[in-house]
Nanobody, 119 residues
Framework: EVQLVESGGGSVQAGGSLRLSCTVS????????MGWYRQAPENECELVLS???????YITDSVKGRFTSSHDNAKNTVYLQMNSLKPEDTAVYYC?????????????WGQGTQVTVSS
């Protein structure tokens, strides 16, 4: 079976950092893209960034310069490094395979991991 498990969320003060992990099983993503999505209560699902083995392929303007991501083929894991966190980053974060094939607004499902940023 295909499974993606997010972890690494938590509660931090504004300006702090977190590193999220998405571990994949059931398929190989060596040459594929992975996407990070987030959704806050009452908000729409948002694609934050996408990353392949060659690096970031898309990143939304609101997190440029603060977030980065990497693709570790040996561990079947993609990481989301979140620096200079702001309260507006508070959301449940999700990962998904092949973001280019996902309909807008439909990438936020599964376990997810909660990120809470306090002022």
């Amino acid at each position: 079976e295909v499974q993606l498990v997010e972890s690494g969320g938590g509660s931090v003060q504004a300006g702090g950092s977190l590193r999220l992990s998405c571990t994949v099983s059931g398929f190989s993503f060596d040459d594929s893209e992975m996407g990070w999505y987030r959704q806050a209560p009452e908000n729409e699902c948002e694609l934050v960034l996408s990353v392949s083995s060659d690096g970031i392929t898309y990143i939304t303007d609101s997190v440029k310069g603060r977030f980065t991501s990497s693709h570790d083929n040996a561990k079947n894991t993609v990481y989301l490094q979140m620096n200079s966190l702001k309260p507006e980053d508070t959301a449940v974060y999700y990962c998904a395979a092949d973001p280019g094939t996902i309909v807008v607004g439909q990438g936020c499902w599964g376990q997810g991991t909660q990120v809470t940023v306090s002022s």
